[in-house]
């Protein structure tokens, strides 16, 4: 692991709370990209996002998530009004490039953070 | 939609024997990943194969990739118990800022 850092990496949040996930990429990488895990799944990608901007998040779900990567400070995935089904590992990660197919753009994945909704 | 099917999604092999894990995309992409995941731990990069017929290996795991068929391998030889893990394959997106993965396959190396 080259240095995502996530945090928290365990969060408990009751129903209708907001859940904050904060990521700081790789030092230098300028691609941020959060994916999500539930039980027994594979990752699912959720947004991607360049420095103060949004670049694709085909994969958020319309209501109650947003994220932001602002000129300074950590990356941070918002969840609104959390329900059950909102529990899952969120993994964020870092590239110093777009394009996952450019040679030596390693993308580099944080350790996650799992979130429960009790 | 883009889909990365995975078989088996378990398998429980015991120490020293030879197994094979399918990875099996819908995409006309020529790239593949295999990532390890231990549990409640990160995503640990195993292969990067870049193009049809690519092979690589790395200790007692071996990945190929056949594009044509839309396939790739992960062949693990004479497993011990270090491999138990849950083994991802992904595959690019069209736009190449996402990868689409598998739904994983869990191993346990039983001694």
């Known amino acids: 692991n080259a240095g995502v850092m996530q945090n928290p990496r365990h969060l408990v949040r009751r129903r209708g709370q907001e859940a904050r996930l904060r990521c700081s990429p790789v030092?230098?990488?300028?691609?941020v990209y959060w994916y999500r895990q539930l039980p027994e799944e594979g990752l699912k990608f959720m947004v991607y996002l360049q420095k103060e901007n949004i670049i694709d998040e085909s994969g958020m779900p319309k209501e109650r998530f947003s994220a932001e990567f602002p000129k300074e400070g950590p990356s941070i995935l918002r969840i609104q009004q959390v329900v059950r089904g909102d529990s899952a590992a969120y993994f964020c990660?870092?590239?110093?490039?777009?394009?996952?197919?450019?040679?030596?753009?390693?993308?580099?994945f944080g350790e996650g953070s799992w979130l429960t909704v009790v | 939609e883009l889909k990365v099917e995975q078989n088996p999604l378990f398998l429980s092999m015991q120490e020293g024997k030879n197994y094979t894990i399918y990875c099996n995309y819908s995409t006309t992409s020529d790239r593949l990943y295999w990532y390890r995941q231990d549990p409640g731990k990160s995503l640990e990069s195993l292969f990067v194969l870049l193009s049809n017929g690519a092979v690589k290996q790395e200790g007692r795991l071996m990945a190929s990739l056949d594009t044509k068929a839309r396939l790739s391998t992960l062949h693990i030889t004479a497993a011990v118990h270090d491999l138990s893990a849950t083994y991802f394959c992904a595959v690019d997106g069209y736009t190449g800022n996402q990868f689409y993965f598998g739904t994983g396959t869990s191993l346990t190396v039983i001694p």
């Open positions: 990660a870092s590239s110093w490039a777009l394009g996952t197919y450019l040679p030596g753009n390693t993308i580099y």
């Open positions: 030092k230098g990488h300028s691609h």
